[in-house]
């Protein structure tokens, strides 16, 4: 291993994995190149296999909010797997993490553990249909929700009661059971559910759009899509994979006075082990088996070394007020670097929400005004995304592979990390427009 380099591996992982790769993202594809392969991970780094160590604003698209491998959380890992890596059984492991989540949160009152962000969106679907007897769902263009059959649509004719898919393989019925409605836009909400309101169980949403660029939405839209389900019977699932336990400890529904009907969770939730979560009212998840009708079961469920992993995270968050720092520090690391921009009139913005931000292009006429559609987007940002994307790596630091896709500020990223990484932003900015 330490003699090979990144293009002979990714050259030999072609020929074993669609793309080479075993999430598209990781392929480089947005923003061209060879994908780098990183062979270790410490705090606010990662270290390549041709022994090179970058600045990583990917923290793996999100869970390691202390950074990689906090010694606090490895200590625990190390103990967990002393005892056991997986039991497939009951344990107190995983109990005392559902019971720390449920004590905090007034709107998870049981949970499920599964395996991924997907597999609990998937799940909770499946409790809302079950649950009001309706088989469509409404989603919002711009939110990603995992890549279940029936959440890989995208909006038809505009409006709803037609919808295409965005993958091969997803049959045309499930798509159909789909509805799309564009962010920040409540007339269109209002209009779907006048047409379909009857057929619709669930609302789906990410409160806190950030899988498509950083889409901050309006509370007041958010309330106003909350208060039109509920008039009409659907309950609200608040997809919180990305911003729960990242934006708060009670996520955007704690931030919005919002108490959604279900939730989910993944991520951070899982100290950078694969847990997912799917939870909220009791009589809702009362209706998941072995209580219920609703099927749904995993050999990995709950792993003994995800939970306490994820429960060692969050217990240092609550003690450290972690919270506090982040917003510090990132809110001061996406000013100074916005003066810069506007200091050398480029037109790019670091929009930021807690510790997630999102460098982009800002359109011509946008002004200082905040996107909160894709439709908005500039559409050259992707092709000058992806100089400043190799402008960075070349200067040693890992931004993710695609314009479209958010940073995180960790509790490894200090001040210091932050000024160095200003830096190499601001230079790769210039390159990307010609300055």
Not at 14 to 26: D, F, I, L
Not at 95 to 104: G, Q, S, V
Not at 272 to 290: C, E, K, Q, S, T
Not at 313 to 326: A, D, F, P, S
Request: contains cysteine; aromatic residues 8%; proline residues 4%.
């Amino acid at each position: 291993m330490n003699q090979m380099n990144s293009q002979e591996l990714f050259e030999r992982s072609k020929k074993v994995a669609p793309g080479g790769v075993h999430s598209p993202v990781r392929a480089f594809k947005s923003v061209g190149g060879v994908p780098v392969f990183f062979k270790s991970a410490e705090g606010a780094y990662l270290t390549s296999v041709e022994g090179r160590r970058y600045i990583d604003f990917c923290q793996s698209f999100g869970p390691n909010i202390l950074g990689h491998r906090d010694p606090d959380v490895a200590k625990v890992v190390r103990e967990a797997v002393e005892d056991a890596w997986s039991f497939g059984a009951c344990d107190p492991y995983s109990l005392e993490l559902a019971e720390w989540i449920t004590a905090r949160l007034s709107f998870v009152e049981k949970l499920r553990f599964v395996c991924s962000g997907t597999e609990a969106v998937m799940s909770a679907l499946r409790v809302a249909r079950a649950a009001t007897g309706r088989h469509r769902i409404l989603k919002f263009e711009g939110c990603y929700h995992g890549h279940a059959d029936s959440l890989l649509v995208k909006a038809g004719s505009g409006l709803a009661g037609s919808a295409a898919s965005d993958s091969a393989g997803v049959p045309e019925a499930l798509a159909r059971d789909t509805l799309v409605a564009a962010l920040d836009d409540e007339e269109t909400v209002e209009k779907i559910f006048a047409e379909h309101g009857s057929e619709i169980a669930v609302v789906i949403l990410e409160p806190l759009p950030a899988n498509f660029g950083l889409l901050v939405q309006r509370t007041e839209f958010i309330e106003k899509v909350c208060e039109i389900a509920r008039e009409h019977g659907a309950l609200i699932l608040f997809d919180e994979v990305i911003s729960g336990f990242r934006v708060g400890l009670g996520g955007m529904a704690e931030k919005l006075h919002i108490k959604p009907d279900l939730v989910t969770y993944g991520k951070i939730v899982g100290g950078g082990f694969p847990v997912g979560i799917y939870g909220g009212r009791a009589d809702l998840m009362d209706l998941v088996a072995p209580n219920g009708p609703v099927y749904q079961a995993g050999t990995l469920a709950a792993s003994p070394v995800g939970v306490r992993a994820g429960l060692a995270t969050l217990q240092k968050i609550e003690r450290e007020n972690v919270y506090h720092v982040l917003e510090q520090r990132t809110t001061a690391f996406a000013a100074t670097l916005n003066d810069d921009f506007k200091k050398n009139d480029l037109p790019w913005v670091m929009a930021h929400y807690a510790s997630i931000f999102w460098l982009h292009a800002r359109p011509a006429g946008q002004g200082d005004k905040a996107l909160r559609s894709p439709a908005e987007f500039d559409q050259n940002m992707r092709d000058r995304y992806k100089v400043l994307f190799h402008s960075c790596l070349e200067a040693g630091l890992y931004l993710a592979p695609s314009g479209f896709e958010v940073g995180f500020v960790s509790l490894a990223h200090t001040d210091a990390v932050l000024k160095e990484a200003r830096q190499i932003i601001l230079a790769g900015a210039l390159k990307a427009y010609g300055k």
